[in-house]
Protein backbone atom coordinates (compact mmCIF):
# COMPACT_ATOMS: atom_id res chain seq x y z
CA UNK A 1 0.00 0.00 0.00
CA UNK A 2 1.38 3.05 -0.95
CA UNK A 3 1.49 6.13 1.29
CA UNK A 4 -1.03 8.01 0.06
CA UNK A 5 -3.30 5.46 0.13
CA UNK A 6 -2.60 4.76 3.83
CA UNK A 7 -2.41 8.01 4.91
CA UNK A 8 -6.35 9.24 3.85
CA UNK A 9 -9.21 8.22 6.57
CA UNK A 10 -10.49 4.51 5.84
CA UNK A 11 -14.14 6.02 7.38
CA UNK A 12 -14.69 8.36 4.39
CA UNK A 13 -14.20 5.60 1.88
CA UNK A 14 -17.60 5.29 0.83
CA UNK A 15 -18.62 8.77 1.89
CA UNK A 16 -19.35 11.36 -1.31
CA UNK A 17 -18.74 14.33 -1.50
CA UNK A 18 -21.76 17.42 -1.91
CA UNK A 19 -22.67 18.07 -5.25
CA UNK A 20 -24.02 21.65 -4.86
CA UNK A 21 -26.27 23.03 -7.73
CA UNK A 22 -24.54 23.99 -10.73
CA UNK A 23 -23.87 27.90 -11.16
CA UNK A 24 -24.89 30.07 -14.12
CA UNK A 25 -21.30 30.56 -15.14
CA UNK A 26 -20.87 26.92 -15.51
CA UNK A 27 -23.59 25.82 -17.25
CA UNK A 28 -23.07 28.77 -19.91
CA UNK A 29 -19.24 27.84 -20.23
CA UNK A 30 -19.97 23.60 -20.41
CA UNK A 31 -23.07 24.54 -22.68
CA UNK A 32 -22.28 27.71 -24.94
CA UNK A 33 -25.39 29.03 -23.49
CA UNK A 34 -25.12 33.34 -23.94
CA UNK A 35 -27.87 33.65 -20.51
CA UNK A 36 -29.10 31.18 -17.78
CA UNK A 37 -31.31 31.40 -14.65
CA UNK A 38 -30.68 29.77 -11.51
CA UNK A 39 -33.20 28.17 -9.57
CA UNK A 40 -31.56 25.49 -7.88
CA UNK A 41 -30.56 26.50 -4.57
CA UNK A 42 -33.21 27.73 -2.87
CA UNK A 43 -31.95 31.42 -2.46
CA UNK A 44 -34.11 35.05 -2.23
CA UNK A 45 -33.46 36.76 -5.67
CA UNK A 46 -35.31 39.81 -4.54
CA UNK A 47 -32.88 43.15 -4.14
CA UNK A 48 -31.74 43.29 -0.75
CA UNK A 49 -33.34 46.69 1.04
CA UNK A 50 -30.54 49.68 0.92
CA UNK A 51 -29.44 49.61 5.00
CA UNK A 52 -28.07 45.86 3.72
CA UNK A 53 -26.24 47.09 1.03
CA UNK A 54 -24.60 50.15 2.81
CA UNK A 55 -23.65 48.00 5.85
CA UNK A 56 -21.86 45.85 3.19
CA UNK A 57 -20.13 48.95 1.40
CA UNK A 58 -19.32 50.69 4.92
CA UNK A 59 -17.81 47.11 6.33
CA UNK A 60 -15.62 46.64 2.92
CA UNK A 61 -13.63 49.42 3.93
CA UNK A 62 -12.31 47.66 7.02
CA UNK A 63 -11.33 44.18 5.18
CA UNK A 64 -7.68 44.67 6.23
CA UNK A 65 -8.74 43.86 9.64
CA UNK A 66 -9.57 40.58 11.53
CA UNK A 67 -13.24 40.15 11.89
CA UNK A 68 -14.36 40.06 15.79
CA UNK A 69 -14.41 37.00 16.81
CA UNK A 70 -17.20 36.49 19.04
CA UNK A 71 -19.52 38.38 16.59
CA UNK A 72 -20.62 40.35 19.36
CA UNK A 73 -23.33 42.81 18.59
CA UNK A 74 -24.45 40.41 16.26
CA UNK A 75 -24.82 37.71 18.93
CA UNK A 76 -26.44 39.95 21.11
CA UNK A 77 -29.01 40.90 18.65
CA UNK A 78 -29.94 37.68 17.25
CA UNK A 79 -30.42 37.01 21.75
CA UNK A 80 -32.82 39.86 22.13
CA UNK A 81 -34.74 38.99 18.28
CA UNK A 82 -35.16 35.38 20.40
CA UNK A 83 -35.37 36.33 24.11
CA UNK A 84 -32.49 34.22 24.91
CA UNK A 85 -28.70 35.03 26.27
CA UNK A 86 -26.16 35.45 24.58
CA UNK A 87 -24.00 32.53 25.96
CA UNK A 88 -26.77 30.35 24.80
CA UNK A 89 -26.39 31.52 20.68
CA UNK A 90 -23.78 30.44 18.13
CA UNK A 91 -22.97 32.48 14.91
CA UNK A 92 -20.98 30.28 12.35
CA UNK A 93 -20.46 30.26 8.76
CA UNK A 94 -24.28 29.06 7.61
CA UNK A 95 -26.02 25.81 8.40
CA UNK A 96 -23.03 23.49 6.97
CA UNK A 97 -20.37 25.58 9.38
CA UNK A 98 -22.46 25.13 12.59
CA UNK A 99 -22.77 21.56 11.64
CA UNK A 100 -19.31 20.72 11.05
CA UNK A 101 -17.89 22.31 14.44
CA UNK A 102 -21.01 21.27 16.41
CA UNK A 103 -20.40 17.54 16.03
CA UNK A 104 -17.07 18.06 16.35
CA UNK A 105 -17.47 19.25 19.83
CA UNK A 106 -19.68 16.55 20.77
CA UNK A 107 -18.78 13.46 18.97
CA UNK A 108 -16.36 11.03 20.61
CA UNK A 109 -15.13 7.67 19.15
CA UNK A 110 -18.13 5.04 18.45
CA UNK A 111 -20.81 8.08 19.32
CA UNK A 112 -23.42 8.16 16.41
CA UNK A 113 -25.66 10.97 14.56
CA UNK A 114 -28.90 10.02 13.60
CA UNK A 115 -31.08 11.64 10.85
CA UNK A 116 -34.19 11.42 8.61
CA UNK A 117 -34.09 10.83 4.83
CA UNK A 118 -34.57 12.08 2.64
CA UNK A 119 -32.87 15.05 3.74
CA UNK A 120 -30.18 17.70 3.36
CA UNK A 121 -26.99 15.73 2.51
CA UNK A 122 -24.56 17.75 4.56
CA UNK A 123 -26.00 16.30 8.16
CA UNK A 124 -24.45 13.07 7.00
CA UNK A 125 -20.73 14.45 5.72
CA UNK A 126 -20.50 16.59 8.57
CA UNK A 127 -20.82 13.38 11.07
CA UNK A 128 -18.61 11.63 8.71
CA UNK A 129 -16.06 14.23 9.24
CA UNK A 130 -16.30 14.58 13.07
CA UNK A 131 -15.53 10.65 12.82
CA UNK A 132 -19.41 9.56 13.61
CA UNK A 133 -21.36 6.50 12.58
CA UNK A 134 -23.89 7.54 10.43
CA UNK A 135 -27.87 6.32 11.42
CA UNK A 136 -30.08 7.24 8.21
CA UNK A 137 -33.60 6.48 9.28
CA UNK A 138 -35.75 6.14 6.29
CA UNK A 139 -39.36 7.87 6.60
CA UNK A 140 -41.47 9.47 4.28
CA UNK A 141 -42.11 12.81 6.44
CA UNK A 142 -45.86 11.97 6.71
CA UNK A 143 -45.44 12.45 10.83
CA UNK A 144 -47.83 10.65 13.13
CA UNK A 145 -46.83 8.53 15.40
CA UNK A 146 -45.62 5.61 13.38
CA UNK A 147 -42.85 8.12 12.30
CA UNK A 148 -42.05 9.55 15.74
CA UNK A 149 -41.48 6.22 16.71
CA UNK A 150 -38.95 4.97 14.12
CA UNK A 151 -36.93 7.88 14.75
CA UNK A 152 -36.97 7.94 18.56
CA UNK A 153 -36.17 4.30 18.28
CA UNK A 154 -33.25 4.22 15.82
CA UNK A 155 -31.76 6.21 18.59
CA UNK A 156 -29.28 4.23 20.77
CA UNK A 157 -27.46 5.07 23.87
CA UNK A 158 -24.28 5.92 21.62
CA UNK A 159 -26.40 8.49 19.39
CA UNK A 160 -25.33 11.74 20.79
CA UNK A 161 -27.63 14.16 17.85
CA UNK A 162 -31.07 13.79 15.95
CA UNK A 163 -31.09 16.02 13.04
CA UNK A 164 -34.35 17.03 11.80
CA UNK A 165 -34.98 19.71 8.90
CA UNK A 166 -38.04 21.59 9.67
CA UNK A 167 -39.16 22.24 7.25
CA UNK A 168 -37.62 19.15 5.21
CA UNK A 169 -35.53 20.00 2.14
CA UNK A 170 -36.33 18.71 -0.17
CA UNK A 171 -39.36 17.14 0.62
CA UNK A 172 -40.62 20.72 1.62
CA UNK A 173 -43.30 19.48 4.22
CA UNK A 174 -43.14 19.81 8.09
CA UNK A 175 -43.03 17.90 11.45
CA UNK A 176 -45.78 19.33 13.05
CA UNK A 177 -46.28 20.94 16.63
CA UNK A 178 -47.55 17.23 18.54
CA UNK A 179 -44.67 15.28 16.88
CA UNK A 180 -41.73 17.37 17.26
CA UNK A 181 -42.78 17.84 20.85
CA UNK A 182 -43.16 14.15 21.28
CA UNK A 183 -40.04 13.44 19.88
CA UNK A 184 -38.05 15.79 21.64
CA UNK A 185 -39.52 14.40 25.04
CA UNK A 186 -38.62 10.91 23.97
CA UNK A 187 -35.12 11.66 23.23
CA UNK A 188 -34.71 13.61 26.27
CA UNK A 189 -34.96 10.64 28.10
CA UNK A 190 -32.46 8.79 25.83
CA UNK A 191 -29.88 11.97 26.70
CA UNK A 192 -30.05 12.64 22.71
CA UNK A 193 -29.68 16.62 21.47
CA UNK A 194 -32.05 17.23 19.08
CA UNK A 195 -30.94 19.57 16.30
CA UNK A 196 -33.34 21.18 14.10
CA UNK A 197 -32.39 22.94 10.94
CA UNK A 198 -34.81 25.68 10.04
CA UNK A 199 -33.41 27.25 7.12
CA UNK A 200 -37.01 27.19 5.62
CA UNK A 201 -39.15 28.66 8.85
CA UNK A 202 -39.68 31.98 7.87
CA UNK A 203 -41.89 30.50 4.63
CA UNK A 204 -44.09 28.35 6.83
CA UNK A 205 -47.91 29.04 6.67
CA UNK A 206 -48.96 26.14 8.37
CA UNK A 207 -50.17 26.65 11.90
CA UNK A 208 -49.20 23.28 12.88
CA UNK A 209 -45.58 24.27 12.95
CA UNK A 210 -43.40 24.74 16.18
CA UNK A 211 -40.18 26.41 16.01
CA UNK A 212 -37.38 24.60 17.83
CA UNK A 213 -37.18 27.86 20.37
CA UNK A 214 -40.61 26.90 21.83
CA UNK A 215 -39.07 23.19 23.01
CA UNK A 216 -35.62 25.25 23.78
CA UNK A 217 -37.54 27.06 26.69
CA UNK A 218 -39.20 23.89 27.77
CA UNK A 219 -36.35 21.02 27.31
CA UNK A 220 -32.62 21.23 27.66
CA UNK A 221 -31.98 19.20 24.82
CA UNK A 222 -32.75 20.99 21.74
CA UNK A 223 -30.78 23.12 19.49
CA UNK A 224 -32.26 25.31 17.03
CA UNK A 225 -30.09 26.66 13.74
CA UNK A 226 -31.70 29.36 11.58
CA UNK A 227 -29.61 30.87 8.57
CA UNK A 228 -29.35 34.57 6.73
CA UNK A 229 -29.20 32.87 3.27
CA UNK A 230 -32.72 31.81 2.43
CA UNK A 231 -35.21 34.54 3.13
CA UNK A 232 -32.41 37.43 4.14
CA UNK A 233 -30.84 37.14 0.86
CA UNK A 234 -27.35 36.40 2.26
CA UNK A 235 -25.74 33.34 0.41
CA UNK A 236 -23.19 34.17 -0.55
CA UNK A 237 -21.67 35.96 2.96
CA UNK A 238 -22.42 32.35 4.74
CA UNK A 239 -23.79 33.62 8.10
CA UNK A 240 -26.14 31.88 10.10
CA UNK A 241 -26.96 30.94 13.96
CA UNK A 242 -27.82 27.95 16.74
CA UNK A 243 -29.91 28.46 19.59
CA UNK A 244 -28.38 26.12 22.35
CA UNK A 245 -28.36 24.75 25.72
CA UNK A 246 -25.06 26.90 27.38
CA UNK A 247 -22.77 23.81 27.83
CA UNK A 248 -23.33 22.76 24.21
CA UNK A 249 -21.77 26.30 23.32
CA UNK A 250 -19.11 26.26 25.38
CA UNK A 251 -18.14 23.20 24.04
CA UNK A 252 -18.40 24.47 20.38
CA UNK A 253 -16.54 27.36 20.91
CA UNK A 254 -13.30 25.11 21.63
CA UNK A 255 -13.39 23.51 18.24
CA UNK A 256 -15.02 26.59 15.76
CA UNK A 257 -13.21 28.45 13.37
CA UNK A 258 -11.76 31.70 15.36
CA UNK A 259 -12.13 34.32 12.06
CA UNK A 260 -15.44 32.10 10.75
CA UNK A 261 -17.57 35.18 10.11
CA UNK A 262 -16.11 37.42 8.21
CA UNK A 263 -16.89 41.85 8.74
CA UNK A 264 -19.03 42.25 5.90
CA UNK A 265 -20.49 39.12 7.12
CA UNK A 266 -21.61 39.64 10.37
CA UNK A 267 -22.43 43.27 9.85
CA UNK A 268 -24.84 42.21 6.77
CA UNK A 269 -26.60 39.86 9.10
CA UNK A 270 -27.04 42.32 12.01
CA UNK A 271 -28.68 45.14 9.61
CA UNK A 272 -30.76 42.38 7.65
CA UNK A 273 -32.22 41.27 11.12
CA UNK A 274 -34.03 44.45 11.82
CA UNK A 275 -35.40 44.44 7.89
CA UNK A 276 -38.65 43.00 9.26
CA UNK A 277 -40.73 44.90 6.57
CA UNK A 278 -38.41 43.54 3.69
CA UNK A 279 -38.77 40.06 5.54
CA UNK A 280 -42.26 39.69 5.23
CA UNK A 281 -42.66 41.40 1.53
CA UNK A 282 -40.45 38.47 0.43
CA UNK A 283 -42.29 36.23 2.20
CA UNK A 284 -45.56 37.41 0.31
CA UNK A 285 -44.12 37.54 -2.78
CA UNK A 286 -42.52 34.34 -3.12
CA UNK A 287 -45.58 32.79 -1.38
CA UNK A 288 -47.21 33.96 -4.07
CA UNK A 289 -45.28 33.17 -7.11
CA UNK A 290 -45.02 29.77 -5.35
CA UNK A 291 -48.89 29.48 -6.17
CA UNK A 292 -49.23 30.68 -9.36
CA UNK A 293 -46.47 28.30 -10.58
CA UNK A 294 -47.76 25.18 -8.92
CA UNK A 295 -51.30 25.78 -10.57
CA UNK A 296 -49.71 26.62 -14.01
CA UNK A 297 -47.20 23.32 -13.30
CA UNK A 298 -51.10 21.50 -12.51
CA UNK A 299 -52.48 22.78 -15.42
CA UNK A 300 -50.06 21.39 -17.54
CA UNK A 301 -50.70 17.58 -16.04
CA UNK A 302 -47.37 17.71 -13.26
CA UNK A 303 -47.64 16.04 -10.07
CA UNK A 304 -46.59 19.17 -7.88
CA UNK A 305 -46.03 17.99 -3.92
CA UNK A 306 -47.45 20.25 -0.99
CA UNK A 307 -44.54 22.59 0.37
CA UNK A 308 -43.82 24.68 3.62
CA UNK A 309 -40.83 26.27 1.08
CA UNK A 310 -39.66 28.70 -1.33
CA UNK A 311 -39.19 26.03 -3.75
CA UNK A 312 -41.61 23.10 -5.18
CA UNK A 313 -41.05 19.50 -5.75
CA UNK A 314 -42.25 17.67 -9.07
CA UNK A 315 -42.88 14.03 -9.58
CA UNK A 316 -41.12 12.88 -12.61
CA UNK A 317 -40.35 8.69 -13.11
CA UNK A 318 -37.87 10.49 -16.21
CA UNK A 319 -36.70 13.14 -13.79
CA UNK A 320 -32.92 13.24 -15.12
CA UNK A 321 -34.09 13.86 -18.93
CA UNK A 322 -36.42 16.43 -17.56
CA UNK A 323 -32.99 17.86 -15.84
CA UNK A 324 -31.13 18.04 -18.77
CA UNK A 325 -33.23 19.02 -21.29
CA UNK A 326 -34.19 22.21 -18.86
CA UNK A 327 -30.21 22.78 -18.85
CA UNK A 328 -29.96 22.95 -22.40
CA UNK A 329 -32.76 25.51 -22.28
CA UNK A 330 -30.61 27.59 -19.92
CA UNK A 331 -32.83 26.47 -16.53
CA UNK A 332 -30.82 25.53 -13.67
CA UNK A 333 -33.05 23.42 -11.43
CA UNK A 334 -32.26 20.39 -8.89
CA UNK A 335 -31.73 17.25 -9.66
CA UNK A 336 -33.50 15.04 -7.36
CA UNK A 337 -30.65 12.44 -7.05
CA UNK A 338 -28.24 14.62 -5.57
CA UNK A 339 -30.53 15.10 -2.76
CA UNK A 340 -32.02 10.93 -1.97
CA UNK A 341 -34.89 11.74 -3.94
CA UNK A 342 -35.10 10.26 -7.38
CA UNK A 343 -37.76 10.65 -9.99
CA UNK A 344 -38.22 14.13 -8.32
CA UNK A 345 -36.89 17.81 -9.65
CA UNK A 346 -36.59 20.60 -7.12
CA UNK A 347 -37.36 24.02 -8.10
CA UNK A 348 -37.22 27.61 -6.73
CA UNK A 349 -39.38 30.39 -6.75
CA UNK A 350 -37.49 32.49 -8.31
CA UNK A 351 -38.63 36.09 -9.72
CA UNK A 352 -41.80 36.23 -11.81
CA UNK A 353 -39.73 36.64 -15.09
CA UNK A 354 -37.71 33.74 -13.66
CA UNK A 355 -40.34 31.53 -13.28
CA UNK A 356 -42.25 32.89 -16.80
CA UNK A 357 -38.71 31.48 -18.21
CA UNK A 358 -39.23 27.83 -16.30
CA UNK A 359 -42.60 27.67 -16.84
CA UNK A 360 -42.17 28.34 -20.83
CA UNK A 361 -38.82 26.26 -20.91
CA UNK A 362 -40.44 23.08 -19.25
CA UNK A 363 -43.70 22.94 -21.49
CA UNK A 364 -40.96 23.04 -24.27
CA UNK A 365 -38.96 20.34 -23.05
CA UNK A 366 -41.89 17.97 -22.31
CA UNK A 367 -43.17 18.40 -26.07
CA UNK A 368 -39.53 17.39 -27.26
CA UNK A 369 -39.42 14.02 -24.94
CA UNK A 370 -43.20 13.69 -25.69
CA UNK A 371 -42.23 13.92 -29.51
CA UNK A 372 -39.28 11.47 -29.40
Keep these: ??????????????????????????????????????????ENPWPLPEKVLEAVRASSEEICRYPDPASYRLKRAIAMKWGRSPSEVIVGAGTEGILYSLFQSIIDEGDEVAYAVPTYPMYGLAAAAAGAKRIEIRTEWDGGGS?????????????????????NNPTGTIMNRADLTALANSLNGRETLLILDEAYAEYVEDPKFASGIDLFD???????????????????????????????????????????VNSIAQNAALAALSETAYIQEVRERTLAERERMSNALRDMGIHVQPTQTNFII????????????????????????DLGFPGHLRVTVGLPEENDLFLQGLGKVLKRIAGR
Design 1 to 42: MSWKSHIVRKSLADVEPYRPGKPISEVQRELGLQSAIRLCSN
Design 147 to 167: CIDRLADACGPRTKALVICNP
Design 218 to 260: QLGNVVMIRTFSKIYGLAALRVGYAIAPKPVVETYLKVRKVFE
Design 314 to 337: LDFPNARTVFENLLMEGIIVRLGD
